[in-house]
Every structure is written in structure tokens, then in C-alpha cells.
């Protein structure tokens, strides 16, 4: 069983990788190292198309896409393909020949779709699972090749018994909407997304003609995948064990200016500008308020915990947050005194 699992994520592992990673580790086996290079960059700057070259193995190749980044990945995978035909073994899902660039084919509509006009809407409700393709990521795809705008999705509909449950989505992209039903969301999201898909490939077979659905998913997989590392490797931060709660907001030269500040001072006599002061050393700061009839509330912040006193006069709340800031300072300085010591003793 074990053997299964440890199976399943090396195939997942494999997997996350993106065409230019599967191809520098083949070729840094070989002694080689891939030469990436953009020729050329045409078309507005809203709209621009970036050419790369891609070259190793006594092979070049070409590729171009809307962004550097996409354009290394296609011609990597371009190249990926060129060397499996030069019978070079090639990791999966890779390892495949280059997609003819040939128009696709019309592709009948479904009754359903082809029966409306344009701007119509029509639910369609179905409970056959759509095939293995994801028609969410092909039309994000086409949208983005292609600048139409992201698609639109909502959930307009939920009804039915809980074991029965029905749910309508709508995807919108521009004027252009279809609408369709099953029992879970993702399902109708994907028979919604289907639909416009289809649609448009249908009604813009001509200006859609270099599309390749296989490279469209390939990608959508790739930039998935980048994500996913991207989220994972994001540093968290983690506060070191050794220093108090209480002190996670300060660092050693701010409590020693706190220290000498509230040495210096005599805060019974005005422990209101006393307090401010001090606190002014240290970067905190002083808010102060009356609620009701002579109470009042002094907050110290940002501090941790917060530093929250109270008096019968704005004097008294002052100097019971000073006492309580003078107790804090004089354990924090014991604390230190006492792991020096425990140093020297070592």
C-alpha cells in the first residue's frame, strides 16, 4: 500500500513539472545547457507578441505567445516535441510530436447551443459528466490568446432535495451568455463553459484557426502548477521562541530607551506628558477617552498584548499605565540580566 502512495506523488511530482525544467534536466544530463533567445517582439504594447528561439542538441526551434514567460514555455515544449521525434527519450506529458497548425475543423454545435441566437440564454440540465477535457481552462485560454475578456461565471440557481440537488451557472462574456444545470457546481460550471466554448469556436472557426486545445490545457496545467510552488514557497514568518509575547514588538535598543526615559523622569507630578514621552522613545502611542461620568481608558499601541488602563481621572489612568510599563521594563531587564548570567556561568 505503501508502495502505491509513494507511486501516486512521484507521478504528481513529475507532473508539476514545466516544460523548461523537463528540458534543462535533460539536457544538463547530457552535458548540454538549452540557449533561450527572443528574437523579436511585434504589435501594440496592449497586444504584444514576444518570438523565442530555442536551441540545443544540434536542434532550433521557434515559439510565440503574449508574454516572455509563455513564449519560453511554448518553445520549450516545441522542443521537448521536436527531440521525442529525433527519438530522444522524453518524460510524459511530453513526450508527443509538435500539434499540427493546420484550421481546426468545424465542430458541430449541440442542438441546444446552435438553436439560440447569439445573446440567448438557454439552461440545460444534465447529469452526464462532461469528458476529460476542461472547458473552464480552454475558454480561459482562448479568452486570454485572444483579448476577449475574462469570463464571467455565477451561480444563478439552487434547488431540489439535499440528495438531489440542482445547480444553475452562468457564464457571461460579453453580450454572450449560456447557462446550464447539474447536480454539483463544478460539473455545471464546466457545461456552462462547454457551451460559450463551443460557440465561439464555431462562429470564429476562422480567427481562432492556430488555436490548439492540446497546448491551450498543457499551459493552463503549466501556469496551475507555478502557483501552486509559488504559494508553497512563500516564507512565513515565524517569531523567534526565545523572545517574551510581550515583547514581539520591541527590539533591545527600544527597551533600553524606555528604560532611561522613565529613570529620568518623576511621573507623579504629570504622569499625563510622562507617559507620552516615554512611550514616544519606544514608538508607541498614547490614546486616551472618557466613557463615563469621570472614568477614563488609557490604550498603549501597538503592543502585545494590548496595554489597556483605567482611572477615576485622566492623571490616575496615566500613571497606572505608567506603573504597569515600569513593571514590564523592570522584568524584561531582570530577564536579560538572568540569561547573561546563565551565559557566563557556561
Known amino acids: 500500500m505503501r508502495r ?18 523537463v528540458l534543462q534536466e535533460m539536457m544538463v544530463k547530457s ?38 514567460k509563455e513564449a519560453k514555455q511554448e518553445v520549450a515544449r516545441r522542443m521537448l516535441a521536436e527531440l521525442f521525434i529525433h527519438g530522444t527519450p522524453v518524460p510524459a506529458p511530453y513526450a508527443r510530436p509538435p500539434s499540427p497548425r493546420s484550421p481546426s475543423p468545424d465542430v458541430p454545435e ?3 447551443t ?38 464571467q461565471y455565477e451561480l444563478i440557481g439552487d434547488a431540489g432535495l439535499p440528495h438531489q440537488r440542482q445547480f444553475t451557472m452562468s457564464v457571461r462574456l460579453g453580450k454572450h451568455e449560456r447557462v446550464a444545470s447539474a447536480s454539483t457546481k463544478k460539473t455545471a460550471k464546466q457545461l456552462a ?8 469556436r464555431t462562429n470564429l472557426t476562422r480567427l481562432t484557426q492556430d488555436f490548439v486545445e492540446e497546448d491551450a490545457l498543457l499551459r493552463a496545467h503549466e501556469k496551475a502548477m507555478e502557483r501552486y510552488v509559488e504559494e508553497k514557497s512563500e516564507t512565513i ?22 528604560k532611561e526615559a522613565l529613570e529620568a523622569t518623576t511621573y507623579i507630578e504629570d504622569p499625563v506628558n510622562t507617559l507620552v514621552s516615554v512611550c514616544a522613545t519606544m514608538d508607541l502611542d498614547v490614546k486616551s477617552q472618557q466613557v463615563q461620568g469621570d472614568l ?20 490616575e489612568a496615566h500613571a497606572s499605565a505608567l506603573r504597569y510599563l515600569r513593571r514590564v521594563l523592570e522584568r524584561t531587564h531582570l530577564y536579560d540580566a538572568e540569561k547573561d548570567s546563565s551565559l557566563l556561568e557556561l
Request: aromatic share 8%; glycine share 6%; with cysteine.
Open 296 to 315: 477614563w481608558i488609557v490604550n498603549v499601541t501597538p503592543s502585545a498584548p494590548p496595554i489597556s488602563t483605567a482611572g477615576v481621572d485622566r492623571n
Open 237 to 258: 514568518f515565524r517569531p523567534p521562541l526565545n523572545q517574551k509575547i510581550a515583547d514581539y514588538h520591541l527590539d533591545k535598543d527600544k527597551l533600553n530607551l524606555g
Open 114 to 151: 446552435k438553436a439560440l441566437p447569439s445573446t440567448g440564454v438557454a439552461p440545460s440540465t444534465s447529469t452526464v459528466q462532461p469528458d476529460i477535457r476542461s472547458y473552464v481552462a480552454l475558454l480561459k485560454e482562448l479568452c486570454e490568446q485572444y483579448v476577449m475578456g475574462a469570463p
Open 193 to 200: 463553459a462547454e457551451q460559450l466554448y463551443k460557440y465561439l
Open 4 to 21: 502505491g502512495v509513494n507511486g501516486k506523488w512521484g507521478c504528481i511530482k513529475k507532473m508539476m513539472k514545466t516544460a523548461v525544467s
Open 110 to 112: 449541440p442542438p441546444e
Open 31 to 68: 552535458g548540454q545547457v538549452p540557449e533561450y533567445e527572443c528574437v523579436s517582439q511585434s504589435g501594440p504594447n496592449h497586444r504584444a507578441m514576444f518570438k523565442y528561439r530555442c536551441s540545443c542538441n544540434k536542434l532550433s526551434v521557434t515559439a510565440s505567445a503574449r508574454s516572455k
